[in-house]
């Protein structure tokens, strides 16, 4: 069959009518799904509304509130099959609740028109994000996923992951204050080198078992053959150019793992992993890496070049003493696993309250 389309094309000179229908039925369907989003999100917010509104005539507020999920579950069951469990509606209940503060941007955005702008929040994500955003009850944290979602085009699986990975928490104890409420509004577009270090990076997608034994080459070729889970851990606009690149000082070949770039930071990020105690040896032969991209690989136009240790334990007491106080060289550490949520939040609560102390003295 193909074999005879290829012909047509060639004889009767179809190429450009195949490229036009497929283009046609590509952005057809692309709109279709849009516009279905678009009308589940507004109508699981406008029944969130109903039920709300419902339940505020009940004068047990408590048993009313069930009395009714029940209820409608059942009757909208009848009425239409599936998709209208009692977890279902108290969803929709949860998000005209969680979200009625950007009510005008939903009911005004004319999906009674058909028309929408799919470019602007709310219908950049699917109702399906909402239910995971739904679940975090922090403003400013669920606000970053928000945003970060939109922007990085998270699907559900990706958001979940980077959710339960605590991407919010680990970003955040990696900064200052200001750069916390500017993490929460702006989402996570690096501005400036640190912006792009974690504490710690989580590496559970290797597959390595974090009690078992393994070298370091088994690190490096877990990444490699996930590098899109990795680029996504990293963080925001990380693209990878090479790995395992030499450098040859008189008569010696030393191997940096990977060579990372940031479009945003527009630099040159490098990585080496240790799964051994981290040397001075180590630091030094990073900052060697550092100096000669400086020297020979960047442009005018691009920043310096940012060095990172990816290691099992971390000795920032040994990086200070090893490195100029300018040097762009860090050592961060990776866990196999994913961390402790509430752990990460209590810590950074303690942070903050920390800083707040501070300002008040």
Request: hydrophobic residues 35%; glycine residues 4%; negative net charge.
């Amino acid at each position: 069959m193909k074999e005879q389309l290829v012909q047509s094309e060639n004889e009767l000179g179809l190429g450009d009518l195949y490229k036009k229908a497929k283009q046609l039925i590509d952005n057809a369907r692309d709109s279709i799904g849009l516009m279905a989003n678009a009308v589940t999100v507004y109508t699981s917010f406008e029944l969130g509304r109903y039920i709300v509104e419902q339940e505020q005539q009940g004068q047990d507020r408590a048993k009313y509130g069930a009395k009714v999920l029940d209820s409608l579950s059942a009757y909208l069951t009848e009425e239409y099959g599936k998709g209208f469990s009692r977890s279902n509606v108290a969803g929709m209940r949860q998000f005209y609740i969680t979200y009625r503060d950007r009510e005008t941007a939903i009911v005004q955005s004319g999906v009674g028109q058909l028309q929408i702008n799919y470019d602007e929040w709310p219908f950049r994500l699917s109702w399906t994000h909402y239910q995971v955003l739904m679940r975090i009850s922090d403003p400013q944290e669920r606000e970053f996923y928000e945003k970060e979602a939109i922007r990085s085009n998270w699907n559900v699986k990706t958001l979940k992951r980077q959710y339960s990975s605590s991407l919010y928490e680990r970003l955040a104890l990696s900064r200052d204050k200001e750069d916390v409420l500017r993490l929460s509004s702006e989402g996570a577009t690096p501005q400036k080198p640190s912006d792009i270090l974690h504490t710690p990076y989580i590496l559970e997608f290797s597959g390595l078992d974090d009690k078992a034994s393994y070298h370091e080459s088994d690190l490096e070729q877990s990444v490699i053959d996930k590098m899109q889970n990795f680029l996504l851990e990293m963080g925001k606009g990380f693209l990878f150019e090479q790995r395992q690149k030499r450098f040859t000082f008189h008569d010696k070949n030393f191997y940096l793992d990977l060579v990372l770039y940031n479009r945003f930071l527009r630099c040159y990020v490098l990585i080496d992993f240790k799964i051994d105690e981290l040397t001075h040896q180590d630091l030094g032969q990073m900052q060697m890496y550092v100096n000669y991209y400086d020297r020979y690989e960047i442009t005018e136009n691009e920043n310096p070049t940012i060095g990172i240790l990816i290691c099992k334990q971390s000795d920032e007491a040994l990086v200070d003493l090893t490195l100029p106080k300018d040097a762009n060289i860090y050592a961060k550490e990776y866990k196999l696993y994913l961390p402790d949520k509430k752990l990460l939040q209590r810590k950074l609560q303690e942070w903050l309250d920390e800083a707040d102390e501070k300002d008040l003295l």
